[in-house]
């Protein structure tokens, strides 16, 4: 098992929008507080289902300090801070760093395909940027680069890359860097279905999607495996297991930010090119909620 640091359950939080497009602080730092009220171990603003890609840099570094801010020492913050280009990637884990996170997700790089070297030297350059602790984003689905097991290990041993994030959705490369990786360095899932199984292979905890939504029952799911107690860690799987599904039943991060709203959080606002839920979508969301039995939020706790 990996350092108990940024294990457990962190969560990937969605950023909220005004009506007039711009970020609304005070509606993120009131869901982030209910976040932390649900038990979760981390924040981790300005990742995928945050809509960093439409996100300046400022607004980047003003949803980082938030979070840092309501955390208050209570819970840490893991802060995404990926970019395709290197030199933007250094900048941002800067930035993250001088806006009081502590630590940082970042992204292998998308669109550009770089082979394993060019992730090695990427990821070189953003962990000698800081002496905050890195951990590694495996996303292919989004970025279209895999960074592969070897890769993984390899950046290992430079001492502040503490993990990975691993949404690969790909059992075995997951429990080959779970065979091969060094003592101390963490495996996350960053797929909320896929979680109890990784939890069996011996995974350190998740950044998850669906704790937007539950964060009470994704904390105890995640927990419960991790204490091994896989029982109550099946029988939570199932019972959000619908939920996981519909929040992927468009493109992320509009099914859970439309869960959020629906639940009483921040309204469900999105930069363009996302677009609202479509309808028969959000009825399909309305009864997984339903079904898992998930209360509504209140007033800054659950």
Same mark, same amino acid.
């Given at each position: 098992?990996?350092?108990?640091?940024?294990?457990?359950?962190?969560?990937?939080?969605?950023? !909220?929008?005004?009506?007039?497009?711009?970020?609304?602080?005070?509606?993120?730092?009131?869901?982030?507080?209910?976040?932390?009220?649900?038990?979760?171990?981390?924040?981790?603003?300005?990742?995928?289902?945050?809509?960093?890609?439409?996100?300046?840099?400022?607004?980047?570094?003003?949803?980082?300090?938030?979070?840092?801010?309501?955390?208050?020492?209570?819970?840490?913050?893991?802060?995404?801070?990926?970019?395709?280009?290197?030199?933007?990637?250094?900048?941002?884990?800067?930035?993250?760093?001088?806006?009081?996170?502590?630590?940082?997700?970042?992204?292998?790089?998308?669109?550009?395909?770089?082979?394993?070297?060019?992730?090695?030297?990427?990821?070189?350059?953003?962990?000698?940027?800081?002496?905050?602790?890195?951990?590694?984003?495996?996303?292919?689905?989004?970025?279209?680069?895999?960074?592969?097991?070897?890769?993984?290990?390899?950046?290992?041993?430079? !001492?502040?890359?503490?993990?990975?994030?691993?949404?690969?959705?790909?059992?075995?490369?997951?429990?080959?860097?779970? *065979?091969? *990786?060094?003592?101390?360095?963490?495996?996350?899932?960053?797929?909320?279905?896929?979680?109890?199984?990784?939890?069996?292979?011996?995974?350190?905890?998740?950044?998850?999607?669906?704790?937007?939504?539950?964060?009470?029952?994704?904390?105890?799911?995640?927990?419960?495996?991790?204490?091994?107690?896989?029982?109550?860690?099946?029988?939570?799987?199932?019972?959000?297991?619908?939920?996981?599904?519909?929040?992927?039943?468009?493109?992320?991060?509009?099914?859970?930010?439309?869960?959020?709203?629906?639940?009483?959080?921040?309204?469900?606002?999105?930069?363009?090119?996302?677009?609202?839920?479509?309808?028969?979508? *959000?009825?399909?969301?309305?009864?997984?909620?339903?079904?898992?039995?998930?209360?509504?939020?209140?007033?800054?706790?659950?």
């Amino acid at each position: 098992m990996g350092s108990e640091r940024f294990g457990g359950v962190g969560v990937a939080l969605v950023t !909220p929008f005004r009506e007039d497009g711009t970020v609304d602080i005070d509606a993120f730092s009131r869901h982030a507080e209910n976040m932390i009220a649900g038990g979760v171990d981390y924040l981790v603003p300005c990742g995928t289902t945050g809509e960093s890609a439409t996100m300046s840099d400022a607004e980047q570094a003003e949803v980082i300090r938030a979070a840092v801010s309501v955390a208050d020492g209570r819970v840490e913050v893991l802060a995404g801070a990926g970019a395709n280009a290197t030199s933007e990637a250094v900048a941002r884990s800067k930035a993250a760093a001088k806006a009081g996170a502590d630590g940082l997700l970042s992204v292998a790089p998308y669109y550009n395909k770089p082979p394993q070297a060019g992730l090695y030297t990427h990821f070189e350059a953003v962990a000698a940027a800081t002496d905050l602790p890195v951990v590694l984003y495996n996303v292919p689905g989004r970025t279209s680069s895999n960074i592969l097991p070897e890769t993984v290990v390899r950046l290992a041993t430079i !001492p502040n890359v503490v993990g990975i994030k691993e949404a690969s959705g790909d059992l075995e490369q997951i429990g080959t860097v779970l *065979r091969d *990786r060094p003592d101390g360095f963490l495996v996350l899932s960053g797929d909320d279905e896929l979680t109890l199984p990784m939890l069996a292979l011996g995974a350190d905890g998740l950044i998850s999607v669906v704790a937007n939504v539950a964060p009470v029952e994704t904390a105890a799911l995640v927990h419960s495996g991790l204490e091994g107690d896989f029982a109550r860690a099946r029988s939570l799987h199932y019972q959000l297991l619908d939920l996981m599904r519909c929040s992927f039943v468009e493109t992320n991060p509009i099914p859970v930010k439309t869960a959020v709203e629906l639940l009483g959080g921040p309204t469900a606002r999105f930069r363009p090119p996302l677009v609202p839920l479509s309808e028969g979508a *959000r009825a399909r969301l309305e009864t997984a909620i339903a079904s898992a039995g998930i209360e509504r939020f209140d007033g800054g706790a659950r």
